[in-house]
């Protein structure tokens, strides 16, 4: 079995990427052990010793921090608010992104900043090592008090509360609890506060969305270039001169991967009878990589945020503070959902355009791609089923950080709707996924007319593993198959770009 273990040093995607596709388990490090222990520790002595109103452990929350809580029954003050607090609606969030809620709360409590118990934090590494998944559902948080509700759904597992998944199939955590022989797990101070407060429920969403739009931007490339092959589109707008005198990265590295992706093209190289091509084929180092500077900025943002503490209040035991603050507030991965979903919303919109230009029956291809057009209808429907879902995307990338709504009496005036600003970009990738997906059905096709003239040979091998699960189209036939097979082969492809 091979583990992780959880330590203060800088996590990465990549290293997120193989704890979960390779299936690690995870473990404290020494390093995160001490600190636990040392903030748990400081904090039991400071309520031994101190009459001095500490918010959400000795005092009431929200509005309520003026009503304090006696010493005996702080415990008592922190499992009501995992009680309390877990008023989730909506469907289920996917699995996926709850095992890695799971993962970031155990990495934001592990540096030694909430107060959290050593035995708590070992109960939620049991959870993840052992399958347990809870039951979380998509409404319920305002990204700024941290994602409260989706947290206490994470959280009440440890008490005996909620559903999992386990073994297959959602049960009471109650019964989970007691076929493990494990005994719910006793909050004591602050430890509530510790697992409702953060942003996991937005970080997962956007640690996920990241790892997949990372290969949905090339592969955004990759297609559009097999487009670009099929229509018999010009190389000029992809010269390395046109990028230098507008510089943007995105860009630079858009253009430059064309032309690799083209090297040795018969169909690029060869004398084209047109002396421009449409924008979607003409402006994609301008699209596409506006694109990848927003995706890039998006990346910094939440592997930040995955290497915060952002519970409230924070502890400071060498400095003999405790500060009631703002971490949890998600304004700074609101706007960036927000961000990635217009940016993931316009690789599918110029996506889509193309589709629609390799069907018009310009340039020697015929009409919908397919032959005896009227008595074939060929890839026309395909396409409407791309435009539905590109009008989708873009009422989705309405941005929610500019939305703030009022709650707990005033206390929380202002809050960044990240929550749902990840949920809808959730949505705007898999619609991506699928666009994308459209584009190569339609552009292999339109390939396949070109014949026996040649694309590259990276193109054509990759034509070649498509064609292998999507065969070419003669006449009129049940289409959805092969599009749900186009995504798939889209997840399954190991791209071999080289490094930029």
């Known amino acids: 079995m091979q583990y992780h273990a959880i330590s203060p040093d800088e996590l990465g995607f990549s290293r997120v990427r193989q704890i979960i596709e390779e299936g690690f388990h995870l473990k404290l490090s020494d390093k995160s052990s001490a600190l636990v222990s040392k903030c748990r520790d400081y904090l039991d002595k400071k309520l031994e010793n101190t009459q001095e109103p500490l918010y959400g ?24 608010l995992v009680l309390s607090h877990a008023c989730g609606q909506g469907e289920e969030i996917p699995q996926e992104i709850t095992r890695l809620m799971l993962f970031l709360k155990i990495q934001s409590l592990a540096y030694g900043n909430s107060g959290i118990q050593l035995s708590t934090i070992q109960r939620l590494l049991d959870f993840y090592n052992s399958g347990i998944t809870p039951v979380i559902y998509r409404y319920g948080s305002l990204g700024a008090s941290g994602d409260l509700a989706p947290l206490a759904h994470l959280s009440l ?70 487009s670009l092959d099929a229509f018999d589109g010009r190389i000029e707008p992809f010269h390395p001169l046109v990028q230098e005198i507008r510089p943007y990265q995105g860009q630079i590295k858009t253009a430059r991967r064309i032309r690799y992706l083209l090297k040795d093209s018969e169909l690029i190289n060869r004398p084209k009878k047109h002396v421009q091509d449409p924008y979607s084929f003409r402006c994609i180092p301008q699209v596409h990589g506006a694109s990848k500077d927003s995706i890039n900025y998006v990346a910094y943002v939440f592997k930040n945020e995955i290497n915060s503490v952002t519970d409230n209040p924070t502890i400071f035991p060498d400095e003999d503070l405790i500060i009631s603050a703002g971490n949890f507030h998600g304004q700074p991965l609101a706007l960036a959902h927000d961000n990635l979903c217009i940016a993931m919303s316009e690789l599918g919109n110029i996506s889509e355009r193309r589709t629609y230009q390799l069907l018009g029956g310009h340039r020697e291809l015929p009409p919908f791609l397919v032959a005896k057009p009227g008595l074939n209808s060929g890839f026309m429907i395909p396409q409407y089923t791309a435009a539905s879902m590109v009008s989708h995307n873009k009422q989705l990338s309405t941005p929610s950080s500019v939305d703030s709504i009022e709650s707990s009496q005033g206390q929380e005036d202002h809050v960044s709707m990240g929550a749902n600003a990840a949920t809808k970009g959730y949505q705007v990738m898999l619609n991506l996924e699928r666009i994308l997906a459209i584009e190569l059905f339609t552009a292999a096709q339109a390939l396949d007319f070109r014949r026996p003239v040649k694309s590259s040979p990276y193109l054509e091998d990759f034509i070649r593993k498509y064609r292998e699960r999507v065969k070419f189209v003669e006449s009129d036939r049940v289409l959805y198959p092969d599009i749900n097979e186009t995504v798939s082969f889209l997840q399954d492809i190991e791209l071999n770009l080289p490094e930029e």
């Open 57 to 80: 452990i000795n005092t009431g929350i929200g509005s309520l921090y003026d009503r304090l809580i006696s010493k005996e029954d702080l415990g008592i003050l922190q499992e009501n």
């Open 157 to 226: 597992p440890l008490l005996g509360e909620g559903e999992v998944y386990f073994e297959g199939k959602i049960q009471s955590s109650k019964v989970v609890l007691k076929k493990l022989g494990w005994e719910p797990v006793t909050l004591a101070s602050k430890e509530g506060l510790a697992l409702l407060n953060g942003t996991q429920f937005m970080s997962a969403y956007g640690v996920f969305s990241c790892l997949r739009v990372f290969k949905l931007s090339q592969l955004a490339d990759i297609i559009a270039a097999i």
